[in-house]
């Protein structure tokens, strides 16, 4: 059940980064966000991280225990190619979500600026790479866009980077909505073919629709203008 809160998160964090589209929209959501002030920790952590950590945890377990692929048939995996995709996508995700968190957020390389002191990470001395007050969709989209080299797209790490956001983006789509459908299988909501193909259907158009909100955000701080 702990999937489903963070498929919570991810479905709010994609609708709030696509009004990236119109950055004055995009800031005031950002405000409105962080005038929580310290019950945001609280929020981050109860709701955010702690079930992530839980999730990765356990996809972790279970891709050591039975690795990419295996013949699953029917067992409340959905068959061979949806269950090989879900493991995919979840190491894709775990990268994204390491790179993303240690780059854009104040508990990332912040925390090891703070203990390390190291000249190298000195850009992070204030916190993340994005900064919500007043700056919110011009630091967003140059982490993204630019974070290698701000030469931006002229540099190849910065298009690879920019690719692989995209990337993170489809993958965190197909993991929630693989997800929900294979974990309506094994928790014995869809006991028939019938219930089971129209939550298939369903969580494909969740999918889709995640994936068009995601790539909109995508392309508003890859390629947008304030």
Not at 54 to 65: A, N, P, S, T
Not at 101 to 128: C, D, K, P, S
Not at 166 to 181: K, S
Request: aromatic fraction near 12%.
């Amino acid at each position: 059940m702990l999937g489903v809160v963070v498929g919570w998160f991810v479905v709010a964090h994609l609708a709030i980064a696509m009004t990236g589209l119109w950055p004055e929209r995009y800031q005031d959501l950002v405000n409105r966000i962080h005038r929580l002030g310290p019950a945001l920790v609280a929020v981050e952590l109860g709701l955010v991280f702690l079930p992530l950590l839980v999730q990765i945890g356990y996809g972790l377990r279970m891709l050591v225990k039975v690795g990419m692929a295996y013949h699953t048939d029917k067992q409340a995996r959905g068959g061979d190619l949806r269950f090989f995709l879900q493991r995919l996508s979840a190491v894709i995700l775990l990268l994204f979500i390491v790179f993303h968190v240690a780059t854009m957020h104040r508990w990332g390389l912040h925390l090891l600026y703070q203990a390390t002191g190291m000249e190298t990470l000195e850009e992070y001395q204030a916190g993340g790479l994005f900064q919500p007050q007043g700056e919110a969709f011009e630091s967003t989209a140059l982490a993204i866009r630019s974070y290698w080299s701000p030469d931006g797209v002229k540099n190849p790490v910065n298009v690879f980077l920019i690719g692989f956001y995209m990337l993170g983006i489809w993958a965190a789509c197909y993991h929630l909505a693989n997800g929900l459908a294979t974990g309506a299988l094994a928790w014995g909501i869809t006991t028939s073919e019938v219930a089971e193909r129209r939550a298939g259907v369903l969580c494909l158009g969740l999918g889709v629709t995640l994936a068009l909100v995601g790539t909109a955000a995508w392309y508003a701080f890859a390629f947008g203008s304030p």
